[in-house]
């Protein structure tokens, strides 16, 4: 088996299946790390980040909704990373031969946990360029082998030259200098537009944001990376990634950690303001006590 590391998320109609299938990886000595549930979403987001940011080729992914649809789109929305929806076996065989598929996309409402399985175990167990039911089981002929090792050069150049950015929030974004947040080391913000108040928000890897409040509600949308936020006030805590939305109420106090470089867009009513709840070093002791 080519895999040696697995990383599997679900959304809720997906998960009784992912569950299933990350038992039976584990059951054949495979490492999974399981990211849990999710929207559809963010489950194919974030293991197609992970997949994208390995280092290693062993690395694969598992990703289950509804149809299997929704999250292998959204994995497939990061460099390096072929996630194919497979419903049958020949499906899976196809797509490792042909595609060279590093995340499979599963169905938790069509599919059973027998015929995943199977599926699972013929996507593990089928090399690039092996024959396959889309060649009537029979070796390529030298032309389509050409093909196929140029393909593995080819397809990650796809869509770079020329590519343009359509979504509107990122474009706004794009070449603004953001400025640092004295108050907040690590955090950097670039207002967009005044009352109501929008702006880009980023923090590095590793930041805190001590629990702290604002005099009003705000909304967030997180565009890249991965924090979480616990809000102390109704004693509830969010793991936010890349397409998660959080209204925070007037009042509440709240602290967050980032994990990975974040970049998020947040609006609010009325100006900026910041009190602080709690010292740097209080919040740092705190999360780490809670995450171990």
């Not at 559809?40 to 694969?60: C, P, T």
């Not at 060279?100 to 089928?126: F, H, R």
């Amino acid at each position: 088996m080519a895999a040696a590391k697995i990383i599997a998320a679900a959304d809720g109609f997906g998960t009784p299946l992912k569950d299933a299938l990350v038992a039976h990886l584990r059951s054949l000595n495979i490492q999974v790390e399981d990211l849990g549930t999710s929207s559809y979403y963010s489950a194919g987001a974030e293991v197609g980040r992970r997949v994208s940011q390995s280092s290693s080729s062993d690395v694969r992914g598992l990703v289950a909704c509804g149809t299997g649809a929704g999250v292998s789109i959204f994995a497939n929305k990061f460099p390096g990373v072929y996630a194919a929806t497979c419903l049958t076996p020949s499906d899976a065989v196809n797509a490792r031969s042909i595609n060279n598929s590093n995340v499979l996309a599963v169905s938790g409402k069509y599919t059973s946990p027998e015929t995943a399985v199977e599926i699972l175990d013929t996507w593990l167990n089928t090399p690039f360029k092996s024959p396959c039911p889309a060649n009537d089981d029979k070796p390529w002929p030298g032309e389509i082998q050409s093909f196929l090792d140029n393909s593995l050069v080819e397809m990650p150049e796809i869509g770079k030259e020329g590519a343009v950015d359509t979504c509107a929030v990122c474009c706004l974004v794009k070449n603004r200098e953001l400025n640092p947040i004295d108050l907040i080391p690590g955090g950097s913000m670039k207002i967009v537009r005044e009352s109501p108040t929008s702006a880009f928000v980023r923090f590095k890897a590793g930041s805190v944001e001590p629990a702290h409040h604002h005099t009003f509600g705000h909304d967030l949308v997180v565009m890249e990376g991965k924090k979480s936020v616990w809000n102390l006030t109704k004693e509830e805590r969010y793991d936010l990634t890349v397409g998660d939305y959080l209204f925070t109420p007037a009042g509440d106090v709240h602290r967050v950690k980032y994990y990975e470089d974040t970049e998020f867009f947040i609006k609010w009513d009325g100006h900026w303001d910041m009190f602080f709840d709690e010292d740097l070093e209080t919040a740092k002791n705190a999360i780490d006590k809670e995450l171990g």
